[in-house]
Protein backbone atom coordinates (compact mmCIF):
# COMPACT_ATOMS: atom_id res chain seq x y z
CA UNK A 1 0.00 0.00 0.00
CA UNK A 2 2.79 2.10 0.70
CA UNK A 3 4.24 1.72 -3.03
CA UNK A 4 0.92 2.83 -4.04
CA UNK A 5 0.80 5.51 -2.16
CA UNK A 6 4.68 6.90 -3.70
CA UNK A 7 2.62 6.25 -7.20
CA UNK A 8 -0.30 8.22 -6.37
CA UNK A 9 2.18 11.37 -4.89
CA UNK A 10 4.52 11.11 -7.75
CA UNK A 11 1.66 11.39 -10.61
CA UNK A 12 0.43 14.74 -8.34
CA UNK A 13 4.20 15.81 -8.74
CA UNK A 14 4.15 15.29 -12.46
CA UNK A 15 0.24 16.30 -13.42
CA UNK A 16 -0.58 12.97 -14.55
CA UNK A 17 -4.29 12.05 -14.30
CA UNK A 18 -4.27 8.33 -14.13
CA UNK A 19 -6.89 5.61 -14.36
CA UNK A 20 -7.34 3.53 -11.24
CA UNK A 21 -5.16 0.10 -11.27
CA UNK A 22 -6.66 -3.31 -10.55
CA UNK A 23 -2.89 -4.17 -9.03
CA UNK A 24 0.30 -3.57 -9.15
CA UNK A 25 2.89 -5.28 -10.93
CA UNK A 26 5.73 -4.62 -12.60
CA UNK A 27 7.24 -3.39 -15.64
CA UNK A 28 9.02 -6.57 -17.85
CA UNK A 29 11.52 -6.47 -20.29
CA UNK A 30 10.33 -7.49 -24.02
CA UNK A 31 12.43 -10.31 -24.66
CA UNK A 32 10.35 -12.25 -21.54
CA UNK A 33 6.93 -11.64 -23.16
CA UNK A 34 4.64 -14.70 -23.70
CA UNK A 35 1.64 -13.03 -25.02
CA UNK A 36 2.17 -10.05 -22.46
CA UNK A 37 0.40 -6.52 -22.78
CA UNK A 38 2.71 -4.29 -24.75
CA UNK A 39 2.92 -0.32 -25.01
CA UNK A 40 5.68 0.57 -28.01
CA UNK A 41 6.27 4.08 -28.75
CA UNK A 42 6.84 5.34 -32.39
CA UNK A 43 8.35 8.61 -32.77
CA UNK A 44 8.82 8.80 -35.98
CA UNK A 45 10.76 11.41 -37.94
CA UNK A 46 10.28 13.85 -35.00
CA UNK A 47 12.33 14.81 -31.93
CA UNK A 48 15.67 16.26 -31.42
CA UNK A 49 18.25 15.73 -28.81
CA UNK A 50 17.11 18.70 -26.46
CA UNK A 51 13.56 17.68 -26.57
CA UNK A 52 14.45 13.88 -26.26
CA UNK A 53 16.03 14.82 -23.53
CA UNK A 54 13.13 16.71 -21.94
CA UNK A 55 10.35 13.90 -23.08
CA UNK A 56 12.45 11.06 -21.59
CA UNK A 57 13.11 13.03 -18.16
CA UNK A 58 9.52 13.54 -17.77
CA UNK A 59 8.35 10.07 -19.19
CA UNK A 60 10.82 7.67 -17.09
CA UNK A 61 9.76 8.28 -13.82
CA UNK A 62 6.30 7.14 -14.03
CA UNK A 63 7.93 3.72 -14.73
CA UNK A 64 11.40 3.09 -13.69
CA UNK A 65 11.03 4.47 -9.76
CA UNK A 66 7.60 3.14 -9.45
CA UNK A 67 7.71 -0.70 -11.09
CA UNK A 68 3.71 -0.73 -11.32
CA UNK A 69 2.93 -2.38 -14.73
CA UNK A 70 2.80 -5.83 -15.75
CA UNK A 71 3.88 -4.36 -19.16
CA UNK A 72 6.29 -4.28 -21.81
CA UNK A 73 7.20 -1.06 -22.44
CA UNK A 74 9.42 0.01 -25.74
CA UNK A 75 10.77 3.34 -27.13
CA UNK A 76 11.44 3.46 -31.00
CA UNK A 77 12.89 6.88 -32.11
CA UNK A 78 14.54 8.35 -35.14
CA UNK A 79 17.82 6.70 -36.18
CA UNK A 80 20.06 9.38 -35.39
CA UNK A 81 18.48 9.34 -31.65
CA UNK A 82 18.95 5.57 -31.26
CA UNK A 83 22.67 6.21 -29.00
CA UNK A 84 21.05 9.01 -27.14
CA UNK A 85 17.79 7.47 -25.75
CA UNK A 86 19.62 3.88 -25.59
CA UNK A 87 21.91 5.59 -23.32
CA UNK A 88 19.32 7.18 -21.28
CA UNK A 89 17.35 3.69 -20.95
CA UNK A 90 19.96 2.07 -19.68
CA UNK A 91 18.75 0.84 -16.15
CA UNK A 92 15.72 1.08 -16.28
CA UNK A 93 12.74 -1.15 -17.66
CA UNK A 94 12.11 0.38 -21.12
CA UNK A 95 13.19 -0.95 -23.92
CA UNK A 96 14.77 0.42 -27.13
CA UNK A 97 13.45 -0.38 -30.49
CA UNK A 98 14.21 0.96 -34.01
CA UNK A 99 11.74 1.70 -36.54
CA UNK A 100 13.45 -0.19 -39.51
CA UNK A 101 16.14 -1.81 -40.68
CA UNK A 102 17.60 -3.04 -43.68
CA UNK A 103 17.42 -6.83 -44.85
CA UNK A 104 21.26 -7.15 -46.20
CA UNK A 105 24.04 -7.30 -43.91
CA UNK A 106 26.51 -4.21 -43.30
CA UNK A 107 28.08 -3.15 -47.17
CA UNK A 108 27.05 -0.70 -50.03
CA UNK A 109 23.95 0.48 -49.10
CA UNK A 110 24.32 4.23 -48.54
CA UNK A 111 21.96 5.14 -46.11
CA UNK A 112 20.88 2.28 -44.72
CA UNK A 113 21.13 0.73 -41.89
CA UNK A 114 21.63 -3.31 -40.59
CA UNK A 115 20.68 -5.33 -38.00
CA UNK A 116 23.91 -5.65 -36.50
CA UNK A 117 24.09 -1.57 -35.90
CA UNK A 118 21.09 -2.40 -34.13
CA UNK A 119 22.35 -4.45 -31.61
CA UNK A 120 25.03 -2.91 -31.22
CA UNK A 121 23.26 0.65 -29.83
CA UNK A 122 21.38 -2.25 -27.75
CA UNK A 123 18.03 -2.24 -29.73
CA UNK A 124 15.88 -5.26 -28.48
CA UNK A 125 12.63 -4.77 -30.96
CA UNK A 126 12.20 -3.32 -34.12
CA UNK A 127 9.51 -2.62 -36.55
CA UNK A 128 8.86 -4.40 -39.41
CA UNK A 129 6.92 -3.43 -42.64
CA UNK A 130 4.88 -0.61 -41.07
CA UNK A 131 2.23 1.38 -42.92
CA UNK A 132 4.27 4.45 -44.22
CA UNK A 133 7.39 2.20 -45.31
CA UNK A 134 5.00 0.32 -47.32
CA UNK A 135 3.32 2.95 -48.70
CA UNK A 136 5.83 5.45 -49.11
CA UNK A 137 8.97 3.69 -49.85
CA UNK A 138 7.40 0.93 -51.72
CA UNK A 139 8.17 -1.90 -49.36
CA UNK A 140 7.02 -5.01 -51.08
CA UNK A 141 5.63 -8.06 -49.06
CA UNK A 142 8.78 -10.13 -50.26
CA UNK A 143 11.01 -7.16 -48.82
CA UNK A 144 9.02 -6.84 -45.46
CA UNK A 145 9.90 -11.01 -45.24
CA UNK A 146 13.36 -10.60 -45.94
CA UNK A 147 13.62 -7.98 -43.07
CA UNK A 148 11.71 -9.93 -40.61
CA UNK A 149 13.98 -13.05 -41.31
CA UNK A 150 16.93 -10.51 -40.80
CA UNK A 151 15.52 -9.67 -37.21
CA UNK A 152 14.86 -12.68 -36.03
CA UNK A 153 18.42 -13.87 -36.68
CA UNK A 154 20.00 -10.89 -35.22
CA UNK A 155 18.19 -11.70 -31.87
CA UNK A 156 15.60 -8.67 -32.37
CA UNK A 157 12.19 -9.01 -31.70
CA UNK A 158 10.57 -7.95 -35.05
CA UNK A 159 7.29 -6.40 -34.89
CA UNK A 160 5.28 -7.24 -38.10
CA UNK A 161 3.14 -4.37 -39.11
CA UNK A 162 -0.63 -5.51 -41.35
CA UNK A 163 -3.12 -3.23 -42.22
CA UNK A 164 -5.52 -2.21 -44.87
CA UNK A 165 -6.65 1.35 -46.69
CA UNK A 166 -9.49 2.98 -45.97
CA UNK A 167 -9.97 1.67 -50.19
CA UNK A 168 -9.39 -1.59 -49.01
CA UNK A 169 -11.85 -1.83 -46.11
CA UNK A 170 -14.76 0.69 -48.49
CA UNK A 171 -13.87 -2.64 -50.98
CA UNK A 172 -14.42 -5.24 -47.95
CA UNK A 173 -10.57 -6.56 -48.51
CA UNK A 174 -9.80 -5.97 -45.02
CA UNK A 175 -8.81 -9.87 -44.80
CA UNK A 176 -7.66 -10.68 -47.94
CA UNK A 177 -4.92 -7.64 -47.74
CA UNK A 178 -4.13 -8.51 -43.72
CA UNK A 179 -4.15 -12.66 -44.65
CA UNK A 180 -1.52 -11.91 -47.95
CA UNK A 181 0.49 -9.78 -45.64
CA UNK A 182 0.48 -12.55 -42.85
CA UNK A 183 0.95 -15.54 -45.22
CA UNK A 184 3.72 -13.94 -47.05
CA UNK A 185 5.95 -14.19 -43.48
CA UNK A 186 4.41 -17.50 -43.28
CA UNK A 187 5.03 -19.04 -46.69
CA UNK A 188 8.32 -18.26 -46.55
CA UNK A 189 10.03 -18.63 -43.09
CA UNK A 190 7.54 -21.17 -41.00
CA UNK A 191 5.20 -20.39 -38.59
CA UNK A 192 7.78 -20.96 -36.11
CA UNK A 193 9.24 -17.29 -37.04
CA UNK A 194 6.88 -15.96 -34.89
CA UNK A 195 7.64 -17.12 -31.79
CA UNK A 196 9.12 -14.39 -29.44
CA UNK A 197 7.44 -11.88 -31.86
CA UNK A 198 4.69 -9.64 -32.17
CA UNK A 199 2.42 -8.22 -34.45
CA UNK A 200 0.54 -5.08 -34.76
CA UNK A 201 -2.61 -4.10 -36.78
CA UNK A 202 -2.55 -0.75 -38.41
CA UNK A 203 -5.60 0.22 -40.15
CA UNK A 204 -3.79 2.62 -42.46
CA UNK A 205 -6.67 5.18 -42.85
CA UNK A 206 -6.80 5.69 -39.24
CA UNK A 207 -3.14 6.24 -38.95
CA UNK A 208 -2.42 10.22 -38.31
CA UNK A 209 -6.15 10.88 -39.39
CA UNK A 210 -7.81 11.27 -35.62
CA UNK A 211 -9.97 8.10 -37.28
CA UNK A 212 -9.53 5.23 -34.96
CA UNK A 213 -11.71 1.63 -35.85
CA UNK A 214 -13.65 1.40 -33.05
CA UNK A 215 -12.99 -1.93 -30.48
CA UNK A 216 -15.36 -4.29 -32.08
CA UNK A 217 -13.74 -3.35 -35.26
CA UNK A 218 -10.08 -3.60 -33.73
CA UNK A 219 -11.06 -7.10 -32.25
CA UNK A 220 -12.23 -8.62 -35.19
CA UNK A 221 -9.30 -8.66 -37.45
CA UNK A 222 -6.85 -8.99 -34.13
CA UNK A 223 -9.20 -12.41 -33.97
CA UNK A 224 -8.63 -13.21 -37.79
CA UNK A 225 -5.13 -12.54 -37.05
CA UNK A 226 -4.91 -14.75 -34.32
CA UNK A 227 -7.12 -17.07 -36.48
CA UNK A 228 -4.50 -17.44 -39.67
CA UNK A 229 -1.69 -18.32 -37.17
CA UNK A 230 -3.71 -21.08 -35.30
CA UNK A 231 -4.45 -22.40 -38.60
CA UNK A 232 -0.39 -23.16 -38.36
CA UNK A 233 0.20 -23.53 -34.82
CA UNK A 234 -2.80 -22.74 -31.89
CA UNK A 235 0.47 -22.50 -29.07
CA UNK A 236 1.61 -19.80 -31.16
CA UNK A 237 -1.45 -18.27 -32.42
CA UNK A 238 -2.40 -18.17 -28.32
CA UNK A 239 1.19 -16.85 -27.18
CA UNK A 240 1.55 -14.24 -29.61
CA UNK A 241 0.94 -10.50 -28.57
CA UNK A 242 -1.10 -8.47 -31.01
CA UNK A 243 -1.05 -5.07 -30.99
CA UNK A 244 -3.45 -2.07 -32.11
CA UNK A 245 -2.17 0.55 -34.18
CA UNK A 246 -4.20 3.52 -35.58
CA UNK A 247 -4.35 7.02 -33.70
CA UNK A 248 -4.33 5.31 -29.73
CA UNK A 249 -5.22 8.44 -27.72
CA UNK A 250 -5.73 8.26 -23.80
CA UNK A 251 -9.62 8.49 -24.39
CA UNK A 252 -9.83 4.98 -26.41
CA UNK A 253 -7.25 3.34 -25.39
CA UNK A 254 -8.86 1.82 -22.47
CA UNK A 255 -11.77 0.23 -24.47
CA UNK A 256 -9.32 -1.22 -26.81
CA UNK A 257 -7.44 -2.82 -24.68
CA UNK A 258 -9.94 -4.25 -23.06
CA UNK A 259 -10.98 -6.08 -26.06
CA UNK A 260 -10.16 -9.83 -25.73
CA UNK A 261 -7.53 -10.32 -28.44
CA UNK A 262 -5.87 -6.71 -28.52
CA UNK A 263 -2.95 -7.05 -26.53
CA UNK A 264 -1.19 -3.59 -26.11
CA UNK A 265 -0.63 -0.62 -28.81
CA UNK A 266 1.21 0.71 -31.19
CA UNK A 267 1.36 4.18 -30.25
CA UNK A 268 2.41 7.18 -32.91
CA UNK A 269 1.78 11.05 -32.04
CA UNK A 270 0.82 10.30 -28.24
CA UNK A 271 4.06 8.83 -27.48
CA UNK A 272 5.78 12.06 -27.95
CA UNK A 273 4.22 13.43 -24.98
CA UNK A 274 4.89 12.03 -22.08
CA UNK A 275 1.62 12.03 -19.96
CA UNK A 276 -0.36 10.77 -22.58
CA UNK A 277 1.90 8.19 -22.69
CA UNK A 278 2.42 7.08 -19.14
CA UNK A 279 -1.92 7.16 -19.44
CA UNK A 280 -1.88 5.15 -22.43
CA UNK A 281 0.67 2.53 -20.31
CA UNK A 282 -1.41 2.43 -17.38
CA UNK A 283 -4.62 1.63 -19.18
CA UNK A 284 -3.27 -1.18 -20.84
CA UNK A 285 -2.63 -2.34 -17.53
CA UNK A 286 -6.01 -2.64 -16.29
Not at 255 to 280: C, P
Amino acid sequence: MDLFCEFLNASRYYNVDLPALPAIGKIIKLEFLMRKTMVVGNWKMNGSRQNNEALLEALIPYFDSLNILEVGVAICPPLPYLEQVGKRLQGTNISLGAQTLNAHEAGPHTGEVCAEMLTDLGCQCVLIGHSERRSLYGESDAVVTAKFETAKANGLMPILCVGETLEERHQGETESVVARQLRAVINTLGIEVFEGSAIAYEPVWAIGTGETATPAQAQAVHAYIRGILAEQSPDIANDLSLLYGGSVKVDNASELFAQSDVDGGLIGGASLNANAFAQICLAAAI
